[in-house]
């Protein structure tokens, strides 16, 4: 091949290059960012943080809103995190979807973003617990169900249908269940308390006095 074969031919494969450089990953959930890194998790995808964002400590919760461990959790241990650690000030919560028990558990997770779309992630949140049933995909958190969820909260229901129907946050679950699985999380509920001095797992729906023992020294 002549010199100048061998100069189109770069420019060519540099034009390729460039084009399948700029295409997106498949694989990867749009928006996806760095800006909410907690030790080593990325909490990105996960939900608007409770509490305040510059508050020495933060509690990653892994669950699925089908976890009957995770209810128990929600009513019997973070009644008093919230009281102690998140309205003082001493810590925050992000809440990362593990959303693998049922069938149902992946879009009753994409329907907490469609609420956030409208302000209101934790109603959501707190509703989907509140209204726990312990049968994995008995219905109680399909489709149909979580827009009457929607409805009850007062929101944009064309809003929210339209975001529940078109699985508008797959890749966000999908990431967040990533997530889990890379840092060894094997049920749910899941947490890591992490703070400058590092972070430390608590595995399972553990009484308010193991968070205490684990985040006091961290203050």
Not at 24 to 49: A, C, F, K
Not at 150 to 168: H, N, R, V, Y
Not at 197 to 214: E, L, N, R, T
Request: charged share 20%.
């Amino acid at each position: 091949m002549n010199k100048k074969g061998v100069i189109i031919g770069v420019i060519v494969i540099a034009i390729i290059g460039g084009i399948a450089a700029s295409l997106p990953s498949s694989s990867e959930p749009e928006n996806l960012t760095d800006e909410r890194l907690r030790g080593t998790i990325s909490t990105s995808m996960g939900s608007p943080i409770l509490g305040d964002p510059l508050a020495p400590i933060t509690i990653v919760e892994f669950g699925d809103y089908q976890c009957h461990g995770c209810y128990n959790w929600f009513v019997n241990t973070k009644p008093a995190i919230l009281k102690e650690y998140i309205e003082t000030g001493k810590a925050n919560l992000i809440f990362v979807d593990f959303a693998f028990l049922g069938h149902d558990s992946p879009t009753a997770a994409q329907a907490t973003y469609c609420a956030d779309d409208q302000g209101s992630y934790w109603d959501f949140h707190n509703l989907l617990y509140s209204s726990h049933e312990s049968q994995i995909d008995n219905g109680w958190v399909n489709s149909e169900r979580l827009k009457a969820f929607a409805f009850s909260l007062g929101l944009d229901m064309d809003l929210f249908e339209s975001c529940l129907d078109s699985e508008k946050y797959s890749k966000r679950i999908q990431f967040n269940n990533q997530q889990a699985r890379d840092h060894g999380v094997r049920g749910t509920p899941g947490f890591f308390i992490i703070s400058s001095d590092g972070q430390q797992q608590i595995i399972g729906a553990q009484p308010f006095s193991v968070f205490k023992q684990i985040m006091e020294p961290m203050i």
